[in-house]
């Protein structure tokens, strides 16, 4: 097809469920896009000489080189391009921030929209999937160096795609009874489906990766220990796995969740589909969750589909500050979320016998910018206002977990208990120690997470071949 | 991990005791601490504190009373069948030390998650003093066990039909708080809460230090979810990871007691819903 053609063709919408209906179900809202759609979108990249979409991917996938191939019709070979740099493009399809990532970089974006490159990597990923022909790639040379990787989340499942693939005996050590970390427990259903963190799961293990659930490191087993055991290095990627509560009157009232409590009993236990699942959950009809990130709108879409008749998002700052991607807050927003912005809570109220009844908050106004840059929200005096609620999700972020720090001697930690290690190679202050992800940087995204597993991976490979 | 059930045995009307092949945490584990376990695919996750381990057997004592549908299938497992998941030993474990006399107390199956604390208590060359109470003579537990870990045991029953006639905190306080016969150092009690309460506020009034441990609603019990969550002098702490022990005296039992109630009606829904499938045979 001519150039000139090739720029006509509109960026192809996603097809996506009706929201009237998705909001009561959990089956995924984007329905993916057919081939016809797929190979239609590819053509609107122009292939640039020196493409800016890879350079703004943590992981360097060759964009350019797995768009050409769908354009050809060879979605399989497209599929395995991307796996050559990321193990895990089903879920990066779907989870991965691309508008400011790989899409911002997009020239095509320029004068008119950027190739979506996210639903593209999805579609290629899932009809591998779908085809059953997920290639494993043969491991030629095997090292005999063992290495450990704690947590089985985005970090951990790359540095361990990455080592074995490099012919390391890998092992990961879960401390849940299922892998995946923040995909299987935080990421709800409908935005992605566990049956697709599993099937990457299984690739790893395909590979020849080992996965040791239910295994707590700090607990069963010290980082020492490990060492001990014989393994050559350790990758800590424990995530941030400590929620954030305001200290605000009422907090524990009955009703009052953390986002990482309600996401875990709908996602990784299925109180969702409570009492075939054992796992209860509040129901709530008036729910409000306090927040403006991703983890907020996954707990208010996923409070929705429980059933709930009003759900409100409360939010200190304005849209304009909210951290969570712009498609994440028009989809909550198409299924009747409603946002409360520059609104704070300031205690929560109780019946006499233990549970919430109400929230009361504050009006904020925008004052000068904080440390963060960002305008910081301050109190309207006398503003203050109930409103009726039975449940509370609060998603105002996560802390590091100390279980894994706190008994390795020796592991240098910040102000904040996160782990410090080299933004360049993982490296911690004990040697043959290695981290990365949230535990290093506080929630941040899946894909940043998979980037410093990249980088650690290098580095440890490096490490235990000089060894 | 999935572990194995080696022994089965009911120790009264609706409690059991599992012996578990679990070496690496039976290893590990130290007097207070907990595992979790999974019974099955759509099973929910459940903290039991450990009763016993034998490390040279690589073997886990499990104590527990059927409450809901997750504990009464657990009840009809067998020698032979494993358990889906077990992870452990979870909790900080119990600080323990020579200070003197020590009073362990255990309520009903509190008796159980006591047991190893009495027996470390007791090595560290502690006096120790035994308190284990029940409603009637036919739900006490692990008397010889007590006994053999113990200098001196009381046993109560609220009706009197065996031991000392009243509660394990009416038992404390009468037999040695009020007659000051021997210092009391510390007491350690464990059991249902409103006994636990009753407790701390007796030893509150004569000064005794007292240490509680707490089965909160758990989900993961790695600190990650807080649904444990207590208010402990006025601070919130996490009973998987802070706990499960704390000073009885700075606890809010109100609310504990109150966030204990959370799921009561879906756990209601859920047993009737077991019981009744069990009744027809079909299996929950």
């Given amino acids: ?48 000489k020196k493409p800016e979409c890879v ?35 089903a879920v990066c399809g779907r989870v991965c921030p ?81 892998a995946g970390g923040v995909l299987v427990y935080g990421i709800p259903e409908f935005r992605l ?59 524990n009232l009955n009703g009052v969740y953390s986002a990482n409590e309600y996401l875990t009993r709908s996602n990784l236990m299925k109180a969702y589909r409570f009492p075939e699942y054992d796992t ?126 706190s008994t390795t001697p020796g592991l240098d930690t910040n102000k904040w208990n996160y782990i410090i290690a080299d933004e360049e190679t993982g490296q911690t202050s004990r040697e043959g120690v290695f981290a990365g992800g949230d535990i290093v940087t506080g929630a941040a995204t899946v894909i940043l997470a998979m980037g410093a597993g990249r980088k650690a991976a290098r580095a440890m490979h490096k490490y235990v071949m000089s060894k | 991990m999935s572990a194995k059930i080696l022994e089965k045995q009911q120790l009264s009307e609706n409690v059991f005791k599992l012996v578990l092949d679990a070496p690496k945490i039976a290893k590990k584990r130290k007097a207070g601490q907990f595992v979790v376990l999974r019974i099955h695919e759509q099973g929910e996750r459940i903290p039991l504190t450990i009763a016993d381990a034998d490390p040279a057997k690589g073997t886990l004592t499990i104590i527990f009373q059927v409450v809901g549908k997750s504990t009464a299938h657990l009840s009809e497992l067998k020698a032979g069948d494993s358990l889906l998941d077990l992870v452990g030993p979870m909790g900080q474990p119990t600080h323990v030390e020579k200070i003197g006399t020590v009073v362990c107390v255990g309520g009903g199956v509190g008796v159980a998650p006591v047991y190893p604390i009495t027996q470390a208590m007791k090595n560290a060359g502690n006096h120790v003093i035994s308190i284990i109470g029940a409603r009637c003579k036919d739900l006490i537990i692990m008397e010889d066990e007590m006994k053999a870990v113990s200098d001196e045991i009381i046993v109560t029953t609220d009706d009197g039909s065996y031991g000392y006639h009243g509660f394990v905190s009416q038992a404390l306080e009468e037999k040695y708080l009020m007659t000051g016969d021997r210092k009391i150092d510390m007491v350690v009690a464990i059991g249902p809460v409103p006994m636990m309460r009753a407790l701390c506020d007796v030893t509150k009034k004569y000064n005794v230090p007292t240490v509680v441990s707490l089965n909160s609603i758990m989900v993961d019990a790695t600190g990650m979810c807080g649904a444990c969550r207590v208010t402990v002098g006025g601070k919130t702490r996490f009973v998987c990871v802070d706990g499960p022990e704390f000073d009885g005296h700075q606890v809010d039992f109100k609310e504990l007691i109150d966030r204990q109630r959370i799921y009561l009606d879906q756990e209601k829904q859920c047993y009737d819903h077991y019981c009744t499938c069990r009744q027809q045979g079909k299996g929950a």
């Fill in chain 1, 1 to 48: 097809m001519e150039m000139k053609e090739r720029l006509k063709i509109p960026r192809q919408p996603m097809p996506e469920q009706d929201p009237q209906v998705r909001k009561r179900n959990f089956d995924e809202v984007p329905l993916g896009y057919t081939p016809e759609f797929a190979k239609a979108e590819a053509l609107r990249c122009i292939q640039c």
């Fill in chain 1, 55 to 89: 350079e703004g991917c943590p992981v360097e996938v060759d964009i350019p080189g797995f768009i050409a191939l769908i354009a050809e019709g060879k979605f399989i070979e497209a599929a395995r391009k991307i796996k050559q740099t990321n193990a895990l493009p």
């Fill in chain 1, 98 to 178: 691309q508008e400011v990532q790989c899409e911002i970089r997009c020239v095509r974006g320029k004068k008119a929209e950027p190739v979506a490159i996210g639903r593209l990597e999805r579609f290629v990923a899932d009809y591998e999937r779908a085809a059953g022909e997920v290639s494993i790639p043969k491991i030629e040379n095997k090292t005999g160096k063992k290495i450990a990787v704690v947590g089985s989340g985005p970090s951990g499942l790359t540095v361990a795609g990455d080592l074995v693939q490099m012919g390391h005996d890998v092992t990961i050590f879960e401390a849940l009874h299922a």
């Fill in chain 1, 193 to 251: 489906p566990k049956a697709i963190v599993a099937a990457e799961v299984d690739y790893l293990k395909k590979l020849g990766v080992k996965i040791e659930t239910s295994n707590v490191i700090g607990k069963v087993a010290t980082v020492d220990e490990l060492f001990a055991e014989g393994y050559d290095a350790v990758f800590l990627g424990t995530g941030a796995g400590l929620p954030s509560f305001m200290n605000i009157p009422g907090e």
């Fill in chain 1, 280 to 405: 209860p959950i509040v129901r709530g009809r008036n729910v409000a969750v306090i927040g403006g990130g991703n983890v907020a709108m996954d707990s208010a879409r996923t409070a929705m589909r429980l059933g709930a008749d009003h759900v409100y998002l409360v939010y200190r700052r304005s849209r304009q500050e909210m951290p969570a991607r712009i498609e994440e807050i028009h989809h909550a927003e198409e299924e009747g979320i409603e946002l409360h912005l520059l609104t704070n809570p300031i205690r929560y109220i109780g019946n006499g016998k233990g549970w919430v009844t109400g929230i009361e908050c504050l009006q904020m106004e925008l004052g000068e910018p904080d440390d963060s840059g960002r305008r910081r929200p301050v109190p309207i005096k006398g503003s203050e206002f109930i409103k009726d609620v039975d449940t509370v999700v609060v998603a105002i972020g996560a802390g590091s977990n100390p279980l894994v720090q």
